[in-house]
């Protein structure tokens, strides 16, 4: 009987039959369509999928004319700041490593960010970080962004002047905790708002706000009142990257031009994302580290296809540690990223990665 080597959602190695492999495939599909409300993929899309992770070969591409590019939240960090337990990959600055990812590694765009990597705590320090903005655009060609986290979380006690829903919700203070996230959320636009100008003023060619809504409802309002004021009063390119496929539901209640924002999939994230002014959208889809990687690579791919469908601007898909059908792990194996950018490349049709 044949066996293919498959990996798990947290990196480790298995083996499956074809049929298995089939049926995991079926699976992913069929969750995703069914939680979306969205179409499964076809029985041809299911059958590149089996090809792609039959395919004994290490590393997988697309067809020729196919690819896409590459935007990134703060990669270049991996070589200048703590990457968990492995250390600081090579001992430069900021700059230097954008440069290097730009003459190095090839990348079409490069982002900087602040070590926290939110706009609260930039945002007292915005004028140095304007300061390696232009050093970085002198020495680069490629679009810069300037990239930084929303997490409204911050803004709730005891690291910031705001109830905590976290502390009140368990009390049955449902009304003070859902209060306390709108006065949160209101700090966290101007935030964003103060910021991001102060980097067009740079001359930042875009903006990224990165892992969206991670605290649910509340902060996805936030972030899309944010692009409203920017989109309308600067030059940035604004990129919207999710922090999951579901908009949690911490509130509530909260809307954003008529339409309530908790529960949307990422084929309903991308419509009020265009019409706050966003420029590219980058949906997530978060890996099940139970499951094995052709069953998260086929949900992922047919929520992103789901909404490259509906989009109307670039979706630039999520694919990396934990999210997009690539595993759980602090330094993902070569082998199931590529099969998953390929998988969102020729399935899920989306513009970059």
Known sequence: MTTHRIRMGDGR??????????????????????RGRIPALTEQERDYLFDLFAFRGRIVGVEPGHEVVLT???????????????????????????????????????????????????????ANE?????????STIIPVYYGAMPN???????????????????????ADARAAQLEAAEACTRDMIYVGKKMAAAGADGL???????????????????IEELAASTHLSIQ??????????????VEFRGERLAGLYPHQQVKLVEKAGAS????????????????NVARAVTFVKACSEAASIPIHANVGMGVGGVPMCETPPVDAVTRASAAMVEIGRVDGL
């Open 240 to 253: 919207v990257g999710m922090a999951a496929e579901f908009v949690l539901g911490m509130h509530g209640e």
């Open 130 to 138: 304007q300061q390696c903005m232009e050093s970085v655009l002198l």
């Open 13 to 34: 190695v298995e083996a499956r039959s074809s049929d298995e492999l089939r049926a995991d495939i079926l699976a992913g599909t069929e969750d995703a369509a069914d």
């Open 72 to 126: 990134d939240d703060g990669v270049a960090g991996s070589l200048w700041t703590d990457q968990g337990d492995s250390g600081v990959g090579v001992p430069v600055s900021r700059e230097q490593a954008i440069r290097l990812f730009e003459r190095a590694f090839g990348f079409d765009t490069a982002e900087l960010g602040h070590p926290d990597y939110s706009y609260k705590p930039v945002k007292p320090v915005v």
């Open 152 to 174: 409204l979380a911050t803004y709730a006690r005891p690291d910031g002047p705001f109830g905590n829903p976290s502390d009140l919700m368990p009390l049955g203070r449902i």
């Open 280 to 295: 590219v959208f980058g949906p997530v889809v978060n890996t099940n580290t139970r499951k094995s990687g052709p069953w």
């Open 208 to 226: 990224n706000f990165d892992t969206t809504a991670s605290a649910g409802d509340a902060e996805f309002l936030a972030t899309l009142q944010a």
